[in-house]
């Protein structure tokens, strides 16, 4: 208290010097008064962060090491590994090898996807075939291609479902589960396997067609004779 008492008198020295030297006190406070302003909001948006960081951490939603997805409030996607958790913010790093500091407030707001949480992922496939094909032959064919691919798991299982049927084609959603650590390769790769697949198969898949304009010729032109 002795401290406080001191700071009192050197405040009220202090504010009686500038005034005997010209100064306006009224300024001063103004002044003094939209710092105060200031450092409140400044204050309230890292005790939000703060207090949000505290809930991450118990949470335990991720760790250091995995892989999140977050959607921002104007639909921007971010997705990156997770390199340092603190109290104010979360810091990603991305594939394309950007670093990106988010604040605890927006995790805590937005649905966060954490991708790396359990050791296997499922790749959700969309192919389109023509209305014509034989659909068993199809499965059987994709099957076949999941099942000859080492990477790909046998539990679960692949699976081919018909999602939709289009004007002139068939929608299909081909889902096959692979290991976390092999989830971009496999992603890769299967599409390259499903196409020498359907090639070697006679499998179509529906092409656009482009449509042509046919402009009318020119007829002849005739002279008018006056």
């Not at 002795?2 to 202090?14: N, Q, S, T, V």
């Not at 023509?130 to 691919?149: C, P």
């Not at 589960?177 to 396997?193: A, G, I, Y």
């Given at each position: 208290w002795r401290r406080g008492i001191f700071y009192f008198i050197f405040m009220i020295f202090a504010m009686a010097s500038l005034k005997e030297a010209g100064f306006?006190?009224?300024?001063f406070l103004g002044a003094a008064g939209i710092l105060t302003v200031a450092l409140g909001f400044a204050s309230q948006t890292s005790a939000s962060n703060l207090i949000s960081g505290i809930f991450l951490i118990g949470e335990g939603s991720f760790e250091i090491g995995d892989t999140i997805q977050i959607t921002l409030i104007r639909g921007h996607t971010i997705e990156g590994e997770v390199i340092s958790i603190d109290l104010l913010s979360v810091k990603l790093l991305t594939q394309?090898?950007?670093?990106?500091?988010?604040?605890?407030e927006q995790l805590i707001r937005a649905p966060v996807h954490n991708l790396s949480k359990f050791p296997i992922r499922r790749i959700p496939i969309t192919l389109a075939i023509n209305?014509?094909?034989?659909m068993i032959k199809v499965r059987?064919?994709?099957l076949d291609v999941a099942n000859k691919y080492p990477l790909v798991l046998a539990d679960p299982k692949p699976a081919v479902t018909v999602t939709a049927f289009r004007e002139?084609?068939?929608?299909?959603?081909?889902?096959?589960?692979?290991?976390?650590?092999?989830?971009?390769r496999v992603r890769d790769e299967m599409q390259e396997r499903i196409r020498s697949g359907f090639l070697d198969n006679h499998i179509e898949i529906p092409v656009p067609k482009?449509?042509?304009v046919d402009r009318p010729q020119a007829g002849p032109l005739y002279n008018e004779e006056i």
């Amino acid at each position: 208290w002795r401290r406080g008492i001191f700071y009192f008198i050197f405040m009220i020295f202090a504010m009686a010097s500038l005034k005997e030297a010209g100064f306006k006190l009224s300024v001063f406070l103004g002044a003094a008064g939209i710092l105060t302003v200031a450092l409140g909001f400044a204050s309230q948006t890292s005790a939000s962060n703060l207090i949000s960081g505290i809930f991450l951490i118990g949470e335990g939603s991720f760790e250091i090491g995995d892989t999140i997805q977050i959607t921002l409030i104007r639909g921007h996607t971010i997705e990156g590994e997770v390199i340092s958790i603190d109290l104010l913010s979360v810091k990603l790093l991305t594939q394309d090898n950007v670093y990106v500091r988010l604040p605890n407030e927006q995790l805590i707001r937005a649905p966060v996807h954490n991708l790396s949480k359990f050791p296997i992922r499922r790749i959700p496939i969309t192919l389109a075939i023509n209305f014509h094909e034989d659909m068993i032959k199809v499965r059987e064919v994709l099957l076949d291609v999941a099942n000859k691919y080492p990477l790909v798991l046998a539990d679960p299982k692949p699976a081919v479902t018909v999602t939709a049927f289009r004007e002139s084609s068939i929608e299909l959603l081909f889902a096959v589960w692979c290991q976390q650590e092999n989830f971009l390769r496999v992603r890769d790769e299967m599409q390259e396997r499903i196409r020498s697949g359907f090639l070697d198969n006679h499998i179509e898949i529906p092409v656009p067609k482009m449509g042509f304009v046919d402009r009318p010729q020119a007829g002849p032109l005739y002279n008018e004779e006056i």
